[in-house]
């Protein structure tokens, strides 16, 4: 049966489970990854059926797993090393940085790095301190990068096989509050592009440009407002580095109107990128200036703040507002 | 700086560290970071007499002892170019490893051609054992790019600026040599001052955890930058290794012989399956960090004339004409070879182009981008700009 209706989390795992399958050079790396299957469950079995040779329980040591990997990618491996929770991946972040994102331009081109880092991200699941963070930009800000993330089980399916063929090193956000999520996995129909946006749900008054968690959120709302008469389009943009600016420019010639949402701080965020971007593009189709909803300048707050925190219905449907009443 | 000028400022000190063999005894004496010379592993002494030891003796011919001998001579004269170059503008830094070409000709000649080498960016000596065209360590010192070679074509990783990092990048090679299944192993070296990174204690755990055939070549220089030994470590750095739960042991970096031995046990030791080694090349650093750097700030003149002493090229120098293994004929010849080298290194970087503009896009991504092709065509654009004008 080539379509299955999967949680988020499941179709990541039969996603690993395929690229094991299907390439020996595969290994899965990271922290408590074998017998527990992950804090999260998304390599459930695979040690079991893969062994530990392929499934690599590793001391706890994020700089370790990921200089590691490198090592072995250098040797011919394709790692895919899990960081458990956002806030755990900067004592990485020097190896991502400095060295994974820049090996192939320091060897011109005779060096692959082909390791994917999978990082659950993002708030709203009531977590302690530094397990609700949405550090994308940081990432994206990196040239020698790709950072993506899915937002439903299809894409959770594809996309990360997609970055596990990649020959780049590819930083993969994984909607950690949508990991409960349902949704269709067509495991035989051909994917769409990594990185290419798409839009979620059509609409003629106003474009709503999201990814990860914030997709559903902003499908909700514009589903409310449609109730109240206002057309709004949805775009996930699916990858953030490289970002689809074609897609969200041919939405925002259409609606005239662009709204950015995300969880991480507003402030030199991807929106503003965004932001910036469209502006250029299609300065004489806008009618209102790009809006952007999403954190504040402030540390990821305590969980019982988090609602506050993270835009919710109330906070994108007002920005809708403000947009039209230009 | 040549062999020669080195040894017109030779003294007359005797060394205290003739020791001829390690003890447990002696072990326990030396607490201190700078540990001298009682756990040394030593084969040649500073004055050049050959000395036994239980656990690293090394047979050699009077080829192969001539062989190591020129190594040095070579890479000497190399890295004396490289500084003068660097103070001619013709590269904008220099890492010279003046006084360390034993711990690296030793350690380098140790390695089979399918072993793997990650160094940092000090690792001349190891780049000529392994047959790294000279020219290609001077293009990211000369500006023009950041590393520029295929590691694999000699099994020599790039040069890693940031400290520490590439011992992981060792280990993890290392991990998969093993998950290969092949009988080769990897020589990461790192220095005293790296040795402080969390990336070479958590290189430590990896390597011991999944017993990586790696070996650790510490050259400890006395020196990360204006920093000393005692700021990095309070224990002598080989010790280290018994914490992880692999062998160390600390050898004389000034005795190639010694390097070598030692360093081939290591390696044998990791192709055996039975895990790390950490060799503490006991070193010194004759010359600036790198040549932004100015040591007269923060060292004693005296303990550079003591260090030079313990010139590791003379001392085999001593030992090849007290045994008759080398001639007359042998170092005219050599000293005409290391003439030609330093001219060819010369004119090889003058030589060296300037990359084209749209350099800066290359090699970003292996599979494109979307941003950086928009960028490069902006760039082309405006680089087109200024042709287009000059037309007119």
């Known amino acids: 049966m080539a379509v299955q209706n999967l949680p988020l989390a499941k179709a990541l795992n039969e996603s690993l489970r395929k690229a094991l399958e299907t390439d020996p050079k595969v290994v899965i790396m990271g922290l408590d990854v074998g017998k527990l299957g992950g804090v999260f469950r998304i390599t459930d079995g ?3 059926d893969f062994g530990e040779d392929r499934v690599v329980d590793t001391p706890l040591a994020e700089s370790g797993i990921v200089g590691t990997a490198i090592g072995l990618a250098l040797r011919g491996y394709r790692p895919v090393v899990e960081i458990q929770f956002d806030g755990f991946v900067f004592p990485a972040y020097d190896q991502i940085v400095t060295q994974l994102a820049k090996m192939r331009a320091r060897s011109l081109g005779t060096v692959k790095m082909p390791v994917v880092i999978r990082i659950p991200y993002g708030g709203g699941i009531g977590a302690v301190e530094h397990h609700s963070e949405s550090p994308e930009s940081l990432f994206a800000h990196v040239a020698g990068l790709k950072v993506v993330t899915p937002a439903n089980s299809s894409d959770a399916y594809w996309m990360l096989q997609q970055a596990i063929q990649s020959d780049d090193p590819v930083i993969f956000f994984e909607p950690k509050r949508r990991y409960w999520d349902k949704g269709e996995v067509d495991t035989e129909a051909f994917p769409g592009e990594l990185h290419k946006a798409r839009v ?19 499908l909700e709302a514009a589903a409310v407002a449609a109730e109240e008469g206002k057309s709004v389009e949805v775009v996930d943009l699916r990858s953030i580095s490289p970002l689809d600016f074609d897609t969200i ?3 925002v010639e259409k609606t005239r109107r662009l709204v950015v949402v995300h969880e991480a701080p507003v402030f030199f965020g991807s929106g503003a990128e965004i932001a910036a971007r469209i502006t250029e593009r299609c300065f004489y189709h806008l009618e209102a200036p790009v809006l952007r909803v999403g954190g504040y300048h402030a540390p990821y707050p305590p969980a019982r703040l988090e609602e506050e925190y993270l835009p919710g219905l109330d906070r994108v449907l007002d920005a809708v507002d403000r947009s039209l009443a230009y | 700086m040549t062999v020669e000028s080195t040894a017109a400022r ?9 020791k001829r063999t390690t003890s447990a005894a002696s072990a326990k ?8 010379e009682p756990e040394l592993v030593q084969l040649l002494t500073p004055e050049g007499e050959r000395v036994q030891h239980p656990d690293y003796d090394i047979d050699l011919s009077a080829e192969e002892l001539r062989g190591l001998y020129r190594d040095m001579v070579l890479t000497r004269r190399f890295d004396a170019e490289a500084t003068s170059l660097q103070r001619q503008g013709e590269l904008g830094l220099w890492a010279s490893l003046l006084g360390q070409e034993a711990a690296q000709i030793g350690s380098g000649r140790a390695l089979r051609d399918d072993d793997y080498v990650f160094p940092t960016y000090r690792e001349h000596g190891v780049a000529w054992v392994r047959g790294v065209d000279p020219t290609n360590l001077l293009g990211m010192f000369r500006g023009v790019n950041h590393g520029g070679w295929d590691p694999s074509s000699n099994n020599f990783h790039l040069y890693t600026i940031v400290l520490g990092s590439q011992t992981l990048h060792a280990t993890g090679y290392a991990m ?5 299944g092949a009988d080769s192993a990897v020589l990461a070296y790192f220095g005293d001052g790296a040795s402080s990174q969390g990336d070479v204690n958590e290189s430590f755990v990896f390597s011991a955890v999944y017993n990586a055939p790696v070996v650790f070549f510490c050259q400890n220089n006395q020196w990360a930058i204006s920093e000393p030994i005692e700021k990095q470590t309070r224990v002598p750095l080989y010790q280290r290794a018994s914490g992880f739960g692999f062998p160390g042991v600390r050898v004389d970096g000034n005795d190639v012989l010694a390097c070598l031995a030692v360093t081939r046990s290591a390696l044998e030791r990791a192709r055996r399956g039975e895990g790390p080694t950490l060799v503490e090349a006991f070193t010194y650093r004759m010359g600036a960090h790198t040549t932004s750097d100015d040591p007269t700030r923060y060292r004693r003149d005296a303990e550079r004339a003591e260090w030079e002493a313990k010139d590791p090229i ?20 050599l000293e005409a070879e290391s003439e030609a080298l330093g001219k060819s290194v010369r004119e090889a970087v003058r030589a060296m182009p300037v990359p084209e503009h749209m350099a800066i896009f290359d090699h970003t991504y292996a599979d494109g981008h979307a941003l950086v092709d928009e960028e490069r065509a902006q760039f082309a654009a405006y680089q087109a700009s200024f042709a287009a004008g000059e037309g007119e």
């Open chain 1, 249 to 251: 420019q041919a939405s």
């Open chain 1, 200 to 218: 979620a749900r059509e609409g003629t008054d106003l474009t709503l440009a999201a990814y990860g968690p914030m997709v559903k959120t902003c």
């Open chain 2, 29 to 36: 004496k030396a607490s201190a970071a700078q540990g001298t």
């Open chain 1, 46 to 48: 695979l040690q079991k």
């Open chain 2, 176 to 180: 998969g040599i093993a998950k290969d």
């Open chain 2, 314 to 333: 003379l001392r085999l120098k001593t030992y090849l004409e007290n045994e008759g293994h080398a001639d007359a004929a042998f170092f005219e010849e």
């Open chain 2, 10 to 18: 030779k003294t007359t000190r005797r060394s205290s560290g003739a």
